[in-house]
């Protein structure tokens, strides 16, 4: 029994890496259950058992589409198969709008009857990733509102639009702007200021639920806010019931010639990103809006 082919495809469907075998053609001779239910749970199943798919032309086709994943497995295991590398080693994130997870690919070599195969092994290395962000979240957040900083802001955004863009849904981008907080500065003080961006900072963290959203202090009294696989038409619900919730707050600025208390002017806009979509565009549009809003007399969402 142990030294038998059933006893052995047991043990391989036992583990909970996911594991296939290819030829040098790159065609897929042998599919872990592991592999399979992972490829049913994420809708990415190519046939019922994959077996007899080319593994490499899968990744070319996702490569095409502007996928990162595809284009560095490709090369990858091109590599292995004609012996420039010994092995390939790849770490990559497989976040959903609702979850984040990263994985680890692995290409091995080995020989039978002469004919040369190649192992690829993807591990959830998720667990070992968010203790590593944990670590390094300090450095990625602004230090007087707690929301995260322009560094970060910058690095979700071309993440996001990336992500939307290769599986061909739409982001907004919210930018929001204190209306007239110089006037609030020069009355109440700097502290008060201070005290009333971090007021700003703690609301703006109860809009961004999900791995797909981010807020952030973009700069001086101007937030941001992303939302990833979300529509113009319920980006703008959200933006709404923001500019209530920060009148609610009743933040005094007396001298503010619009009303006696803190409002802001939200920029918004949507755009479902391709391949050669441009962080500074969608910034550049969302900018915009946020003039028109100011323009049309200020605490207002334009979009």
């Known amino acids: 029994m142990e030294t038998s ?9 036992s583990i909970t890496e996911h594991i296939v075998v290819i030829d040098e053609e790159g065609v897929i001779r042998f599919v872990n259950k592991s592999w399979s239910s992972f490829g049913i ?11 007899g798919t080319n593994y490499i032309d899968v ?20 590599k292995v198969i ?11 994130p497989c976040h959903s709008p609702d979850e984040k997870k990263w994985f680890m690919m692995r290409v091995t070599p080995f020989q039978i009857n002469e004919n040369n195969y190649f192992v690829i092994l993807h591990q959830n290395i998720t667990e070992r990733k ?3 962000e944990e670590v390094t979240e300090l450095a990625r957040i602004d230090g007087l509102t707690g929301v995260s900083n322009r560094r970060t802001f910058d690095e979700f955004l071309s993440n996001e639009m990336k992500r939307c863009a290769r599986l061909n849904k739409p982001i907004c981008l919210a930018i929001i702007d204190m209306d007239h907080f110089k006037i609030l500065n020069d009355t109440y003080g700097h502290q008060s200021g201070d005290d009333c961006l971090v007021k700003i900072g703690e609301l703006l963290r109860n809009f961004s639920n999900r791995p797909s959203d981010l807020c952030a202090r973009y ?18 619900t959200f933006a709404n019931t923001l500019l209530s919730r920060i009148t609610e707050l009743n933040i005094p600025n007396v001298n503010s010639p619009i009303k006696s208390y803190l ?11 391709n391949r050669n979509s441009k962080e500074s565009e969608l910034i550049g549009k969302a900018d915009n809006m946020l003039y028109k809003a100011k323009e ?8």
């Open 219 to 236: 700069g001086g009294e101007e937030f941001a806010l992303i939302w990833g696989d979300t529509s113009l038409e319920k980006a703008k």
């Open 82 to 92: 004609q012996k420039k590398e010994s092995i390939f080693y790849f770490e990559y």
């Open 263 to 273: 409002t802001a002017s939200i920029g918004l806009i949507e755009v479902v990103p």
């Open 41 to 51: 749970s994420n809708e990415c199943v190519v046939d019922s058992t994959w077996k």
């Open 5 to 13: 082919q059933e006893f052995l495809k047991l043990i391989l469907d």
């Open 296 to 303: 049309n007399g200020r605490n207002k969402v334009e979009c």
């Open 59 to 78: 990744c070319d086709k996702a490569a095409k589409m502007g996928d990162e994943f595809g284009t560095k497995a490709g090369e990858g295991i091109r």
């Open 130 to 132: 968010l203790a590593e």
